[in-house]
């Protein structure tokens, strides 16, 4: 798929990876129709992409709400009369032992602390990936799914409720791309590991230095570098049904 002047709609773009995802496609000549829960910050990503001379609009929605995500891609679909794409990126981590004996000290993950994970991640996924093909079916428009997995997907300790909605939402991608590929729709997952972000550059130096020894390439990955991967995938054709894992070799 030719890049310039196609329409990409990309959820939890107000900052971190959203934004880099945002500003790289725009530099492409990408229109983008950025979707979050927060105002502010997704105003300042709408300043920062329009520099390069896209159109570009902003949709304010929670992805866990129904009739939000249906209400905002039904604007899209209204203010664009296209879609070619989707970026499901927007998700949390409320990371927590499912059950830890401590001093006799009895604790475990709260169902509030599972299932909000779940309802950002795997159902925000859902919601905004089905509303997307809608608009892309409706307006006979190719396209692309792309949900942002995780390298946690195999399983990570802390993190029961975070490993299980990136692994639903790898899977979710492999089942729609079997689905849609009639429509000429693919869909796609990408696994990142660790990123450099502003929740990294708070961890402790010798907890980083653990980190970092378990990534072959010797560092973390950077937000570019995912961004680079999505342009990869909306541009090449034959890529479909696959979980790109762009760890720097980890594995956990």
Avoid at 5 to 13: E, L, M, Y
Wanted: contains cysteine; aromatic residues 6%; hydrophobic residues 40%.
């Amino acid at each position: 798929m030719e890049l310039d002047n196609k329409v990409i709609a990309i959820t939890g773009a107000g900052q971190g990876l959203g934004r880099e995802i945002a500003l790289s496609l725009a530099k492409r000549g990408v229109n983008l129709a950025l979707i979050d829960l927060n105002q502010e910050p997704l105003a300042e990503t709408k300043q920062k992409c329009q520099q390069y001379d896209v159109t570009v609009r902003t949709y304010q929605a929670n992805v866990t709400d129904e009739t939000q995500v249906v209400g905002a891609f039904t604007q899209i679909e209204t203010d664009f009369n296209q879609l070619n794409g989707v970026v499901n990126n927007a998700g949390i981590m409320r990371d927590g032992m499912f059950v830890r004996l401590k001093e006799g000290d009895l604790t475990s993950m709260s169902l509030e602390q599972f299932q909000s994970v779940m309802d950002v991640n795997v159902t925000g996924t859902f919601l905004c990936g089905r509303e997307a093909v809608k608009v892309m079916l409706n307006t006979d428009s190719k396209g692309v799914v792309i949900n942002i997995s995780s390298v946690a997907r195999a399983g990570n300790i802390g993190q029961t409720n975070y490993s299980a909605s990136k692994a639903a939402v790898a899977t979710m991608a492999s089942v729609w791309a079997k689905e849609l590929g009639r429509y000429g729709i693919r869909s796609v997952a990408i696994a990142p590991g660790v990123i450099k972000t502003a929740m990294t550059d708070q961890i402790k130096p010798q907890a980083m230095e653990r980190l970092v020894s378990m990534i072959p390439v010797g560092r973390l990955g950077y937000a570019q570098e995912i961004a680079s991967t999505i342009q990869f995938v909306l541009e090449n054709d034959f890529v479909t049904g696959r979980v790109l894992e762009i760890d720097g070799g980890m594995k956990m």
